[in-house]
């Protein structure tokens, strides 16, 4: 025998901490992609709804939505209180970010105005 057995990331009550965050950075990874396309074609989706499709707790399928929004791997908000997550188009986030942006620029001139303006009256 060569001495390397094949079974042996397989074998029960082995706990090999690289191969056990390997396995848990693929399930991570696996549960990602597949909460994603579930909610992809909603604007709006109960978690309970999607908990009970991918037959996952209600707690375990809401971190990990929370999770993929924190990360900007898609794009939405959770409603905790009517647990609901709503959906928002890529376009549309990037536009609230540029106009936000928009927004504080014309802001700060507007501040530097009066500044000027107060300091004339002194």
């Not at 901490?17 to 994603?36: A, F, G, M, T």
């Not at 809401?62 to 898609?74: A, G, H, M, Y």
């Not at 106009?99 to 507007?110: C, E, F, P, R, S």
Request: charged share 25%.
């Amino acid at each position: 025998s060569s001495g390397i057995n094949a079974e042996w990331p397989l074998r029960p009550g082995k706990k090999d901490p690289v191969v056990q965050n390997h396995l848990k950075s693929l399930y991570d990874n696996l549960l990602e992609k597949n909460l994603v396309r579930i909610i992809e074609p909603y604007s709006r989706v109960q978690i309970a709804h999607v908990a009970e499709t991918i037959s996952l707790p209600y707690e375990v399928v809401e971190k990990k939505l929370s999770q993929i929004i924190l990360d900007k791997k898609f794009s939405g908000i959770l409603d905790q209180g009517s647990g609901v997550l709503i959906v928002y188009d890529g376009s549309e986030s990037d536009q609230t970010y540029t106009y936000a942006l928009d927004t504080i620029t014309h802001m700060g001139k507007v501040v530097d105005v009066l500044f000027k303006k107060a300091q004339k009256l002194s």
